[in-house]
């Protein structure tokens, strides 16, 4: 069985700092690009971050450009997301998934982990 699995949320104040997780099983992730999604209450899912099978490209939503890194270890089956100078706006329900942009339903996923910026 397929499972990714994250962790690192929790509450932070603005200009913080979070580092997300996604641990992988049943699945060799070196095999994929990977993604990070996330979804504020009461919206559509928004595209955070992908970084290519090898680390060598990876790609930002402007709105993180700056204060967020992607980064993963393919010996360690596990993708990263430091989120440094946090902002309210980035609440949301964080995601990672296989596959490059917003999750397709044949992409896996896990089942986020919460990230709430508040003062």
């Known amino acids: 069985e397929v499972q990714l699995v994250e962790s690192g949320g929790g509450l932070g104040q603005p200009g913080e700092s979070l580092t997300l997780s996604c641990v992988a099983s049943?699945?060799?992730?070196?095999?994929?690009?990977m993604t990070w999604v996330r979804q504020a209450p009461g919206k559509e899912p928004e595209w955070v971050s992908s970084?290519?099978?090898?680390?060598?490209?990876?790609t930002y939503t402007d709105s993180v450009k700056g204060r967020f890194t992607i980064s993963r270890d393919n010996a360690k089956n596990t993708l990263y997301l430091q989120m440094n100078h946090l902002k309210p706006e980035d609440t949301g329900v964080y995601f990672c998934?296989?596959?490059?942009?917003?999750?397709?339903?044949?992409?896996?996923r896990g089942q986020g982990t919460q990230v709430t910026v508040s003062s």
């Open positions: 049943g699945v060799d992730l070196s095999g994929y690009r």
């Open positions: 970084i290519t099978r090898t680390s060598v490209g990876t």
């Open positions: 998934a296989t596959g490059w942009g917003l999750p397709s339903v044949a992409d896996y």
